[in-house]
């Protein structure tokens, strides 16, 4: 008999929509090898058994040389069927508007160029990744800013 519930995600499917994305085709890793390694540690995998794959969406793009003034998004990661995106950047009160121009320009990207990508998302999809240390500051425009956008700096991206 047929399961005519709610359909599952497939195991893959982040795989799939990567490889129908024509802009980043070329561009899908296996597990976290997408990520630049001095950036690895950043992203906590509870289970790397549950990680579908990852997509360095920054340097794909500009490898084609697409977007190349734009402020780009880095990368996308596959963790039990859910994508979730992340941007490692300094994150000190003059980096809020560059990576709040990031965070627009994928959500455009998305939209417009990655839609079956854009379907995988997490709820909660965005994440603003410290480079080193958080230097905004506390109740700060800037900070409110970024707590509107849903998007205050962690320390390291743990998906559980």
Not at 106 to 134: F, H, M, R, T
Request: hydrophobic share 35%.
């Amino acid at each position: 008999m047929k399961n005519r519930g709610k359909s599952k995600k497939v195991k893959g499917s982040f795989k799939q929509a990567v490889q129908s994305t024509i802009e980043v085709k070329h561009c899908y890793c296996e597990g976290k090898q997408a990520i630049k390694n001095e950036e690895k540690g950043k992203v906590e995998l509870i289970d790397p058994r549950q990680c579908g794959g990852s997509l360095f969406i920054d340097q794909c793009l500009l490898d084609q040389k697409l977007y190349t003034c734009d402020n780009r998004w880095d990368y996308a990661i596959d963790y039990k069927g859910e994508v979730f995106f992340f941007e490692v950047h300094t994150a000190s009160s003059d980096q809020v508007s560059t990576v709040l121009k990031k965070l627009q320009w994928l959500k455009d990207w998305l939209n417009q160029k990655a839609p079956e990508i854009n379907k995988l998302k997490s709820i909660s999809a965005y994440y603003w990744v410290q480079s080193s240390g958080y230097h905004i500051l506390p109740n700060s425009v800037y900070e409110r800013l970024v707590v509107q956008k849903g998007l205050k700096p962690i320390p390291k991206l743990v998906l559980k």
